[in-house]
């Protein structure tokens, strides 16, 4: 598992170069950053982990996954080719203090550097992973309570929405099941409120709000962004359970809009990483840093998943 270093930051800045705008990459390969195992139920099968449905979510769209250790990135090595797109899970995790906040945030510097010289670097977060986002921009945690457990919602678009990229390749008929249907599955507690986010300058100026939800206790949070500048994407909903997540107490939208829209949102992000060229320069060693290297767990009779990859 491919791992990176704060003494480290600079020089694998530096072997990062910028991808000639005509150039695709056809072998995209997404950064998947493990999070620290909380449930005591899961501990006796590693220390971190990350859910099979984030992982068959990319594979879907047409990428490949390397798990990101996020909690031995002090110790080990790093290659700038896996370095140039990455998903933040959700989870449980504190936001400032936990291995998972920590090494998302020297990910998350390493991206800015990135995408300022012309180097395409693309993070998307889902759920906590979204809600890590507005915290690194912000540079505090502005979450508030905003209850919406184990609940399905359509999108409340926002005039932004339009002429966002994250959207720009669904159809009309689509967009308008996603404003209609309950087809974004929620599983959170806290939230960023649309009145936080506004009176937050960094915020405000850093992501565009593509879409408003209200929790169960009448809050209104900010459900979809994108950046406005750097191709950063959150959602605080998780597109990934409508294909990959089956387990009948749980709302996970099975409808053909419901798959559809999981199905565009994966291709975008996975898109997002062919436009950049890096790529490991010996087929063996990306081989031995691929997720097929780990076998995923069965453990549908004690979690919401049908299965997870430990390390």
Same mark, same amino acid.
């Given at each position: 598992?491919?791992?990176?270093?704060?003494?480290?930051?600079? @020089?694998?800045?530096?072997?990062?170069?910028? $991808?000639?705008?005509?150039?695709? &990459?056809?072998?995209?390969?997404?950064?998947?950053?493990?999070? #620290?195992?909380?449930?005591?139920?899961?501990?006796?099968?590693?220390?971190?982990?990350?859910?099979?449905?984030?992982?068959?979510?990319?594979?879907?769209?047409?990428?490949?996954?390397?798990?990101?250790? @996020?909690?031995?990135?002090?110790?080990?090595?790093?290659?700038?080719?896996?370095?140039?797109?990455?998903?933040?899970?959700?989870?449980?995790?504190?936001? +400032?203090?936990?291995?998972?906040?920590?090494?998302?945030?020297?990910?998350?510097?390493?991206?800015?550097?990135?995408?300022?010289?012309?180097?395409?670097?693309?993070?998307?977060?889902?759920?906590?992973?979204?809600?890590?986002?507005?915290?690194?921009?912000?540079?505090?945690?502005?979450?508030?309570?905003?209850? !919406?457990?184990?609940? @399905?919602?359509?999108?409340?678009?926002?005039?932004?929405?339009?002429?966002?990229?994250?959207?720009?390749?669904?159809?009309?008929?689509?967009?308008?099941?996603?404003?209609?249907? !309950?087809?974004?599955?929620?599983? %959170?507690?806290?939230?960023?409120?649309?009145?936080?986010?506004?009176? &937050?300058?960094?915020?405000?100026?850093?992501?565009?709000?593509?879409?408003? &939800?209200? !929790? /169960?206790?009448?809050?209104?949070?900010?459900?979809?962004?994108?950046?406005?500048?750097?191709?950063?994407?959150?959602? +605080?909903? %998780?597109?990934?359970?409508?294909?990959? +997540?089956?387990?009948?107490?749980?709302?996970?939208? %099975?409808?053909?809009?419901? /798959?559809?829209? @999981?199905?565009?949102?994966? *291709?975008?992000?996975?898109?997002?990483? $062919? $436009?950049?060229? %890096?790529?490991?320069?010996?087929? #063996?060693? *990306?081989?031995?840093?691929?997720?097929?290297?780990?076998?995923?767990?069965?453990?549908?009779?004690?979690?919401?998943?049908?299965?997870?990859?430990?390390?």
């Amino acid at each position: 598992m491919l791992c990176v270093s704060a003494i480290l930051f600079a @020089s694998i800045f530096r072997e990062c170069s910028a $991808r000639p705008d005509k150039l695709v &990459n056809n072998r995209p390969i997404i950064g998947i950053l493990t999070q #620290e195992v909380q449930d005591p139920d899961m501990k006796p099968y590693g220390r971190t982990y990350i859910p099979s449905s984030y992982v068959k979510y990319i594979e879907s769209g047409g990428g490949r996954v390397i798990p990101i250790s @996020s909690v031995e990135f002090l110790n080990g090595r790093c290659l700038c080719s896996l370095f140039d797109r990455l998903l933040l899970i959700g989870g449980t995790v504190d936001l +400032q203090t936990s291995d998972f906040a920590h090494a998302a945030k020297i990910y998350f510097r390493l991206a800015l550097k990135a995408n300022d010289v012309g180097d395409y670097f693309p993070i998307w977060g889902t759920c906590l992973g979204f809600q890590l986002l507005t915290v690194l921009v912000a540079e505090e945690n502005l979450l508030s309570k905003t209850p !919406a457990e184990n609940i @399905s919602l359509p999108l409340n678009f926002t005039s932004e929405a339009a002429s966002s990229r994250m959207f720009e390749a669904f159809p009309p008929e689509l967009l308008t099941a996603l404003s209609q249907e !309950a087809l974004a599955a929620n599983f %959170h507690h806290f939230g960023v409120t649309d009145q936080m986010f506004m009176r &937050n300058e960094k915020l405000r100026s850093f992501f565009s709000v593509l879409s408003l &939800n209200k !929790a /169960e206790n009448g809050v209104v949070f900010v459900s979809t962004m994108e950046g406005r500048k750097y191709p950063f994407y959150g959602v +605080q909903w %998780h597109p990934e359970v409508n294909r990959f +997540q089956w387990n009948p107490l749980y709302s996970f939208p %099975h409808s053909r809009n419901a /798959e559809r829209m @999981s199905s565009l949102l994966a *291709e975008f992000f996975v898109n997002e990483g $062919r $436009r950049s060229s %890096h790529h490991f320069i010996q087929a #063996e060693e *990306e081989s031995k840093e691929l997720i097929y290297n780990y076998n995923p767990l069965y453990v549908a009779n004690f979690t919401s998943y049908e299965q997870i990859y430990f390390f």
